[in-house]
């Protein structure tokens, strides 16, 4: 008798409910977690003006301080965890996603050399109760309802953000700015024309993604208005990133089905990311000239300067989550900064380099580990014709967060609201993988039959 290996499909098995009244639950948990997102959107300070006065003493209280905010963050980790307790439905979605947390151990460690821990330690535990109100969310609504959840959010802030134009000129950059280049460009509630061209940008990726798939006129006219908002925004990078990442993601939508030809667009769109910073190298001079004005380009090459002055002298271990910029007196990006307008600075206007001069080189490498390797291999072997109405628009906001932190900071950005729908759409596109039907080898024997000769 011999044997041999057999690959067979096994169909992944929906979780059961269990009846209305765990149906009621999973609604209040969705109802939570649209909560939560309104009030990450929205924030406490909904067209907060911007004079120079105001800026700099929000920059001087920036240090993670906010009672209401933190007792907010707090009351909501708790009724999810306490839906959790008494649900009667077996869990979506379990966590897995060891590297994500290992990371917020190292960020938590690295805490103990800042030159204020108890700030550091702060910012590390905003970052650490987001993301498990994200995660807990996930595991008791799954990630299509967790997905509708954002959509939801992200549609009704485009709302509002359209309705307060003609209503309140606080949602348009005021004259009072100190930023001349500012003035006139759209914001909608949000605190800075930036964020709301990212959120905004985002809007018309997930809008213009469900028009796609579900043909919904409501969807299509969502996805315009978002899109002439981030005109209105004057945010460049929003605006290239929205055409782009939407084209891109239904180039991956087309290759469902094809894991070769969807390795050759994650690599493709790997190497547009490296030869983005090869270019910034080989052409360092030219773009320095071109972008002197610290005033122009928002002085990042100036802020990138600081942060690698700092590197320079402190290869290893960085100045501790949160710790480099906005830390008091003390901050140690005060004894490199080159510019006046730095001292309002509160990121190195690049998510890479804020995670690296505050949490090294492993820091950085765990980042990219756990939301470039990873995400990259689930999208690459993950998708089907089946989850690619969720897989689709979460590698699009994924794609769109990657670059984007090349010219602006989100990873682990407090609860800023690109970086939490980050997270949902990292939490969603995990928990779809883990979905997915995998073939399992089985031994099959088969009987040899033997001649009997003579």
């Not at 707090?74 to 965890?81: C, S």
């Not at 939801?152 to 309705?163: F, K, Y």
Request: hydrophobic share 50%.
């Amino acid at each position: 008798m011999a044997t041999s290996w057999h690959r067979g499909g096994v169909a992944a098995i929906p979780a059961q409910t269990g009846g209305g009244q765990s149906m009621r639950m999973i609604w209040i948990t969705q109802i939570f977690y649209f909560v939560f997102l309104m009030m990450v959107f929205i924030g406490q300070q909904p067209f907060a003006s911007r004079t120079q006065d105001e800026l700099v003493a929000m920059a001087q209280e920036n240090d993670g301080s906010d009672l209401f905010k933190q007792m907010l963050f707090i009351g909501f980790a708790l009724l999810l965890t306490g839906v959790q307790i008494i649900r009667k439905h077996p869990l979506q979605y379990r966590f897995t996603f060891w590297p994500l947390a290992i990371m917020l151990v190292w960020f938590f460690i690295s805490c103990t050399w800042g030159v204020d821990p108890f700030v550091s330690f702060k910012r590390a535990m905003q970052q650490l109760i987001v993301i498990y109100i994200t995660f807990c969310a996930l595991s008791l609504i799954g990630p299509q309802r967790l997905f509708d959840a954002l959509r939801a959010a992200l549609i009704v802030s485009l709302i509002i953000c359209w309705v307060s134009l003609p209503l309140t000129p606080a949602a348009v950059h005021p004259p009072t700015e100190s930023d001349k280049a500012l003035i006139g460009a759209w914001r909608g509630f949000f605190f800075h024309k930036n964020i709301a061209g990212a959120v905004m940008a985002l809007t018309f990726i997930v809008c213009g993604n469900a028009w796609i798939d579900r043909r919904k006129w409501y969807y299509a006219l969502f996805a315009v208005m978002a899109f002439v908002f981030v005109i209105g925004t004057k945010s460049k990078t929003s605006l290239a990133l929205c055409v782009g990442m939407l084209a891109i993601s239904n180039i991956y939508r087309a290759l469902s089905d094809n894991t070769q030809k969807r390795a050759i667009l994650l690599l493709m769109l790997g190497f547009g990311m490296v030869g983005f910073l090869a270019l910034y190298i080989a052409y360092q001079p030219t773009i320095e000239r071109l972008f002197a004005d610290p005033t122009s380009f928002t002085g990042r090459v100036s802020i990138w300067r600081v942060v690698f002055d700092y590197l320079a002298d402190h290869p290893y271990l960085g100045a501790g989550f949160g710790g480099f910029w906005q830390v008091g007196v003390n901050s140690p990006a005060h004894d490199y900064l080159n510019q006046q307008f730095q001292m309002l600075t509160a990121h190195s206007h690049d998510g890479y380099l804020e995670i690296w001069v505050t949490t090294g080189p492993l820091g950085l490498i765990m980042l990219l580990v756990s939301f470039l390797a990873l995400p990259a291999y689930w999208f690459l072997t993950g998708s089907t014709r089946e989850n690619q109405a969720l897989m689709v628009p979460a590698f699009a906001i994924w794609v769109f967060v990657m670059y984007q932190n090349l010219l602006e900071t989100s990873f682990f950005d407090k609860d800023r609201q690109v970086w939490v729908i980050f997270l949902a759409a990292i939490a969603a596109a995990h928990a779809t993988f883990k979905a997915k039907p995998r073939p399992q080898w089985t031994r099959r024997h088969h009987l040899q039959q033997e001649s009997v000769h003579g």
